[in-house]
C-alpha cells in the first residue's frame, strides 16, 4: 500500500513491479491484492499498462483499514472477540480489552500517506557510495 500510494494514481503498478521493490514472491503479491481489492481499498485495471492502484486517497486509508482487509479484523486475546465462559470472573480481560483498543486506535492514527511520505524522506536522505 505505501508503494503504491508513493507511486500516485497516474499509472497503475503492476504486481512483478511491486514483487521486485519490496522484494515479495509474485504470487503473494497477487494474493495480498486480492484481499486488498475485495476490501475496497485498491483496484486493478486490465491490460498491458494495467496492474493496481489505491482506490481512493492515501490520507483516507489507514493502517487499520489495511491489516482489516488483509487479515480480517484482529483482537489480541481469543476471548476478545467471542462470549468467554470466564468473563464474569476473568481479572485480566480488562486488561487486554484496553491494549486492543490501544493498539486499533495506534493503527487507526496512522494514514497510507504518512507511511509514504515517511519512506519518501528516508529513500531521499540515502546516500549513495561508491567503493573499490
Not at 481489492?37 to 486517497?57: A, E, M, N, P, T
Request: proline share 2%; hydrophobic share 45%.
Amino acid at each position: 500500500m505505501v508503494f503504491l500510494a508513493g507511486h500516485g494514481n497516474s499509472k497503475p503498478v503492476q504486481k512483478r513491479e511491486i514483487s521486485i521493490a519490496e522484494d515479495i514472491a509474485a504470487d503473494y503479491i497477487e494474493q495480498i491484492c486480492m484481499r486488498l481489492k475485495s476490501g475496497g481499498l485498491i483496484r486493478s485495471l486490465r491490460g498491458k499498462q494495467g496492474g493496481f492502484v489505491l482506490s481512493r486517497s492515501a490520507e483516507e486509508i489507514t493502517v487499520a483499514d489495511v491489516l482489516d482487509a488483509v487479515d480480517g479484523k484482529s483482537v489480541l486475546a481469543p476471548c476478545l472477540g467471542e462470549r468467554c465462559k470466564r468473563e464474569t470472573f476473568c481479572v485480566t480481560m480488562a486488561v487486554w480489552r484496553r491494549a486492543d483498543e490501544a493498539l486499533r486506535s495506534v493503527f487507526s492514527g496512522v494514514t497510507i500517506a504518512e507511511l509514504a511520505g515517511q519512506a519518501k524522506r528516508l529513500a531521499a536522505s540515502r546516500t549513495i557510495t561508491f567503493e573499490i
